[in-house]
């Protein structure tokens, strides 16, 4: 257990609103990131961070912002929902003790009608 | 660009058999680690075992183990004694080990199926 919650765990929300996600960690880890998951994709990476208000894009980043202001937080921000944002979307820490190893946060389920 | 294939969608083993699940991948750096990850029905991602590219003995975590081959790419993952516990999709990962940025990339995954 690597100290990491999202929330919220599942959402339904409609095309056009607004959504952010919240990734929370409690061991100070200074690299964060927010994947996406789909059948036949496996994991694609949307954004990460590399330390407080240090961001970057990852290789689906289209549609999405984020913004870290604490060490502890990162968010996910989807400004205006479509149907192909649909996914579960899972944020990660980066353990520099072990090698590059990432952990994983239990997930959110995003459904956008 | 680096890649991560599993060509076997899907595997099947029967309780307390072994089987080998694989994975091959392309890069054209020297230092990097590969990583197998486990998801369950319940969807969290758990690390299963990881190895790093510099060392040639090949890593092991109780009943899994991988067999790493460098100059072939591959990284395949053998699972032995087989448990019900071990139905998941499995997923094959790639990190550079030369980029500070930790951009992980995963393979299209492997659903075992465990039969009693």
């Known amino acids: 257990d690597a100290g990491i919650t999202q929330s919220p765990r599942h959402k339904v929300t409609e095309t056009g609103t607004p959504v952010t996600l919240r990734c929370h960690q409690t061991e100070n880890h200074r690299y964060m990131y927010w994947y996406r998951q789909d059948p036949g994709h496996g994991l694609r990476l949307i954004h990460y961070s590399y330390g407080v208000k240090d961001t970057d894009k990852g290789e689906v980043s289209d549609g999405y912002s984020v913004s870290r202001s604490k060490t502890e937080d990162f968010l996910l921000t989807l400004e205006s929902a479509t149907s192909s944002q649909t996914s579960v979307y899972f944020c990660?820490?980066?353990?520099?003790?072990?090698?590059?190893?990432?952990?994983f946060g239990p997930g959110t389920r995003l459904t956008v009608l | 660009a680096q890649t991560v294939t599993q060509s076997q969608p899907e595997m099947s083993v029967q309780e307390a058999e072994t089987v080998t699940l694989s994975c091959t991948y392309d890069t054209s750096e020297s230092d990097y680690y590969l990583f197998w990850y486990k998801q369950p029905p319940s969807r969290q991602m758990i690390l299963v075992i990881r190895?790093?590219?510099?060392?040639?003995q090949n890593a092991t975590e109780n009943r899994f183990s991988v067999n790493f081959q460098k100059a072939a790419k591959s990284f395949s993952l053998k699972i032995s004694d087989s448990q019900l516990g071990d139905a998941a999709m499995y997923f094959c990962a790639y990190i550079t080990g030369s980029s500070n940025t930790g951009k992980l990339i995963f393979g299209q995954g492997t659903t075992l199926q465990v039969k009693p």
């Open positions: 990660a820490i980066n353990s520099d003790r072990e090698g590059d190893t990432q952990y």
């Open positions: 190895q790093e590219a510099y060392k040639q």
